[in-house]
């Protein structure tokens, strides 16, 4: 059921969106493959030509590579440090389409793609629908190692819990891509997203949060009824 709803936000938002010739981000996570998997159909087929895609995380640069996307890194000639387009999934969503990343790990490139789209587009099922921000599903915060018990103290002084998590299949902490921690952030009560996605920053030994609020992305949130919403 979940799947099916993600694979029609997905493949929804990859016809409605992308064109040939773009220059383009793909995010990652279990929503964000289903839009590479259409590009990668598309891509093979014929129909989408001339892509230069950024791919936001090891997951995501594997999943293009599968169908023979051309990835390049944002540094490259072909990107020049920008992207036309980038679609990404996303933990939770609030009425203003300011949400919450990186329950995969991969916020740091995440927001860098994010922020360096012209456009820029998620896609959802309605369970990541939410009122209020960083209550439910913990905001991801990506910190150097030194920081760790420092970091967790400052955040916890803005009323928040800060669990570091912990990886699966091995001893001790998730080392995300960079060599860093993350710790998952969960507030007692309603935050203001925009304040705190600064504040979070401005924490020593913080390398970025979860928290997506420049950006006013459109939003492909799929129901349960086999409707998409398409939310600007
Ligand atoms: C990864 C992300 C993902 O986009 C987010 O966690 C949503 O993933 P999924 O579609 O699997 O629920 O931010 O860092």
Redesign the pocket.
Known sequence: MNDTM?ILAGRTAADDLVKSGMKLGL??????VHVINRVGELFAAGTLKALAVFPT?FQSLMDCEKWGIPVFTLNSRELEGGLDLTI????EVDGENRCV???????LI?KLAAYASTSYAL??DER?LVESLGITFPV?VEIIPEARVQAARALEAFGARAVLRAALRKAGPVITEHGNLILDVTFAESVDPVVMEDEINRIPGVVEN?FFTRRRPVLYAARGDGTVEVRT
């Open positions: 993600k995010g990652t996570g279990s929503t964000a995380s990404d999934g996303a933990d990343k990186g329950g995969g790990g991969a916020l995440e896609v959802a990541k991801p979860g």
